[in-house]
């Protein structure tokens, strides 16, 4: 019953940036943890990235911590992935994905309730 719609994802030479948006619909958004993960064609999906309900709190994988940074504007129903220094690397398809419940297990792809459909970052050497 929530619906998550990403937007922003494109072509980019290394070393740029691209933010990618993620809205969500209904009226508890502000009750979800949020979480974005990635996945290349014939691998498992990655996390990236998350952030609790409140904002308080920021989780990341070691290969974007310092060039990635997640947000949330609760007022505005979205979250942000600003991907900056972005490398070859991390092409992939990146899904929003949010928690009802606000587990506290981000780095889990089963513990998400609703996913957005997909935006394909591609990076170029």
């Known amino acids: 019953q929530v619906q998550l719609v990403e937007s922003g994802g494109g072509l980019v030479q290394a070393g740029g940036s691209l933010r990618l948006s993620c809205v969500a619909s209904?009226?508890?958004?502000?009750?979800?943890?949020m979480g974005w993960f990635r996945q290349v064609q014939g691998k498992e999906r990655e996390f990236v990235t998350a952030?609790?309900?409140?904002?308080?709190?920021?989780f990341y994988a070691a290969s974007v911590k310092g060039r990635f940074t997640i947000s949330r504007d609760n007022a505005k129903n979205t979250v942000y992935l600003q991907m900056n220094s972005l490398k070859p690397e991390d092409t992939a398809v990146y899904y929003c994905?949010?928690?009802?419940?606000?587990?506290?297990?981000?780095?889990?792809?089963?513990?998400?309730?609703?996913w957005g459909q997909g935006a394909q970052v591609t990076v170029s050497s």
């Open positions: 994905a949010a928690d009802r419940e606000d587990s506290g297990s981000y780095y889990y792809s089963h513990v998400y309730d609703y």
């Open positions: 209904g009226r508890t958004f502000s009750s979800y943890a």
């Open positions: 952030i609790n309900r409140s904002g308080g709190s920021t």
